[in-house]
């Protein structure tokens, strides 16, 4: 089915639950983000032992997204999406029912194996849908949908969690993959434009070139390096803001719905400006916004200036920055790919988790009870994004061509 196809209402459906897919992962990260002290005291485990559940989702959405790329080019986009979404349910409940902190970060690990499923797909099947010099809209407007979560999810989790308690959050989030399975089934239809073949060989030959695409690796680093800050604030700021500076879990809800609001806000401001204004160029100055917001984090961290708001303040423009780096980036790095959209949104989002992965354990062995470690992995991610920019994407007018580029 093409894009050409899809009636204006269909086309809004679509965007719709393309979006909804994409935002299990956020669901699943922020939903239970206010539980994560109670989880601690709960578990009677440490900081870093209830972080590596975190930690151990980003690993699983990182590894299995390498499984469903290739899959997904061969049998079609559905069937992986039927599979996934089976064991987020599955894994969903089982985490309400851990009996220990390692059980839940097993748990976990499963639970974003079958997560991971919907953001593959739905990134597929935008390119299989849309033309090329239409996805960058189409993935501002999946930002868009898939912003209501972290929006939405803190704030409902921490009341889930003072009237039900934290194993009603991951039973309401397998009620809500089974919702997904049945709008699937129905609205969604398959867009696999031609099969694939599916071997070891060439499985390995096609990542293999996919990494040598100097757009698709610089993209891909340049996402990495932006959810890696994003990830070390959404695994470090329960603690600091509610731990070390004693917010309560309603409130700290309502902050971190105001930067999942950032990050809404700069994908929207990008789907507005993008005629004239070569992606790239937009990639980098969000860049820069994050390496500036990354440096004044990190000296408030150090020195406690500012108190709560010397971080707050900053951390909403790196999250905003965040809106204008992913649209372009997918777009650039899935713009000559057409034709393997599937694994090439996998290995995309496989190292883009991979780098996450490794902030959340890097600041759960760190195991600090000061913002120090957060603020500290922020900067040194946002410098990281701007080493990238400068090293590995082409200048703008290369871009760009690369950009109108279709398979």
Not at 205 to 227: H, V
Not at 301 to 312: E, H, N, Q
Not at 391 to 402: G, I
Request: aromatic share 10%; with cysteine.
């Amino acid at each position: 089915m093409a894009a050409a196809s899809l009636s204006g209402i269909r086309r809004f459906e679509m965007v719709v639950l393309l979006g909804a897919l994409t935002a299990f992962a956020p669901l699943s990260i922020d939903m239970y983000l206010p539980a994560l002290p109670a989880l601690q005291q709960y578990f009677g485990s440490t900081e870093g032992e209830i972080q590596l559940t975190l930690a151990s989702f980003f690993l699983g959405f990182a590894l299995g997204q390498s499984l469903y790329g290739p899959v997904a080019d061969r049998f079609g986009r559905k069937p992986p999406i039927y599979a996934g979404m089976c064991l987020y349910v599955i894994s969903s409940t089982a985490c309400a029912l851990a009996s220990s902190a390692h059980a839940l970060i097993g748990f976990r690990l499963l639970q974003a194996i079958g997560a991971c499923s919907g953001a593959v797909m739905s990134r597929a099947m935008v390119r299989d849908l849309f033309p090329v010099e239409e996805t960058r809209r189409v993935y501002s407007a999946l930002i868009l949908v898939m912003g209501v979560s972290p929006l939405v999810a803190p704030l409902l989790g921490s009341y889930v969690l003072l009237w039900l308690g934290w194993k009603a959050i991951f039973l309401s989030v397998a009620a809500a993959g089974s919702l997904a399975l049945v709008g699937v089934y129905f609205r969604v239809p398959e867009t696999l434009p031609e099969p694939q073949p599916l071997s070891m060989g060439y499985i390995f030959k096609t990542y293999g070139d996919l990494l040598k695409d100097r757009f698709f690796l610089g993209s891909a680093m340049a996402t990495g390096f932006s959810s890696g800050g994003m990830f070390a604030y959404i695994a470090g700021a329960p603690f600091v803001f509610i731990n070390l500076f004693g917010m309560r879990p309603d409130r700290f809800a309502w902050l971190f719905g105001l930067n999942a609001a950032a990050v809404v806000i700069g994908a929207q401001v990008n789907g507005r400006v993008l005629h004239g204004h070569p992606p790239e160029r937009l990639m980098r100055n969000a860049a820069i916004v994050q390496a500036i917001a990354g440096a004044i984090i990190m000296i408030a961290g150090f020195t406690r200036a500012g108190g709560m708001l010397g971080i707050a303040v900053p951390l909403f423009l790196y999250m905003s920055a965040i809106g204008f780096v992913f649209p372009n980036a997918v777009a650039i790095a899935l713009a000559n790919h057409g034709r393997i959209a599937g694994m090439a949104s996998a290995l995309l989002g496989t190292l883009q988790f991979s780098m996450a992965a490794i902030a959340v354990l890097v600041l759960g062995a760190i195991n600090s009870t000061t913002a120090l470690p957060m603020s500290a992995a922020i900067c040194v991610c946002g410098f990281l994004g701007i080493v990238t920019h400068v090293t590995m994407l082409r200048p703008k007018s290369q871009a760009k061509e690369a950009i109108t580029i279709s398979i």
